[in-house]
Each structure stands twice: as structure tokens, then as C-alpha cells.
């Protein structure tokens, strides 16, 4: 059973948005998760990921607007994005239980959800 994205839609730029991963099972004992996005004709590409100890990178576009949170009891990933631009319209995707090597989080085995389209327009 896949993890269920939600949040996504239309925004205009400078607004905000949090997506939310509802992960099918606990997320307890789960060290690595992340979110990627991938903008039409361009590949997928890592935008934040959180491992254990709490521990969060983002990629240099989002960074110091996107926060990247989980929340256990919930078994939930969250992304919180602020000002977004428009070069941040993407479909989003969650990939829980990942591993984390090389200095970067890599989906290899990981489950994905099927992913949450948001737009902002200028």
C-alpha cells in the first residue's frame, strides 16, 4: 500500500502551502524519508529529506522556504512550503524508507505516493 500525498493546488506566488504524506503503516522505526517533485519534461529531483535524529537537508532552490517535518503519532511526513515561485510548480511525491548514504537520501526501495500537483501562478 503506497503512502497518500495530499495538499497540493493552485497558489499564487509569494503564498503558501504544506503537503502532507500519510504513510499506510508506522513511520516509527522508519530513519529516511523525503520529497521529490518533477516539473513537465524534467527529471525528478530531491527537494528535502529528513533521516534520523531529526536531521533535514533541502535542495539550494528551496532552501530557507520549504521545512520538512514527520510527525509519528500521525504516521505523516510534511512539507511546508513558503513563498513560493512559480519555477516551484511541479507534481510532488513522497518516498518513505529510503536510505540515506553518500552524503543524500536515495529512494532505492522505498515506497512512493502517487503524488500532489501544485501550480503557482505569477
Known amino acids: 500500500v503506497q503512502p497518500v500525498e495530499s495538499g497540493g493546488g493552485l497558489v499564487q506566488a509569494g503564498g503558501s502551502l504544506r503537503l502532507s504524506c500519510a504513510a499506510p503503516?508506522?513511520?516509527?522505526?522508519?530513519?529516511?524519508m523525503g520529497w521529490y517533485r518533477q516539473a513537465p519534461g524534467k527529471q525528478r529531483e530531491l527537494v528535502a529529506y529528513?533521516?534520523?535524529?531529526?536531521?533535514?537537508n533541502y535542495a539550494d532552490s528551496v532552501k530557507g522556504r520549504f521545512t520538512i517535518s514527520r510527525d509519528n503519532a500521525k504516521n505523516t511526513v510534511y512539507l511546508q512550503m513558503n513563498s513560493l515561485k512559480p519555477e516551484d510548480t511541479a507534481a510532488y511525491y513522497c518516498?518513505?524508507?529510503?536510505?540515506?548514504?553518500?552524503?543524500?537520501?536515495?529512494?532505492?526501495?522505498?515506497?512512493w505516493g502517487q503524488g500532489t500537483q501544485v501550480t503557482v501562478s505569477s
Open positions: 518516498n518513505i524508507g529510503g536510505n540515506y548514504y553518500s552524503g543524500s537520501y536515495h529512494p532505492d526501495f522505498g515506497s
Open positions: 529528513i533521516i534520523s535524529g531529526g536531521i533535514t
Open positions: 503503516t508506522t513511520i516509527f522505526s522508519i530513519n529516511s
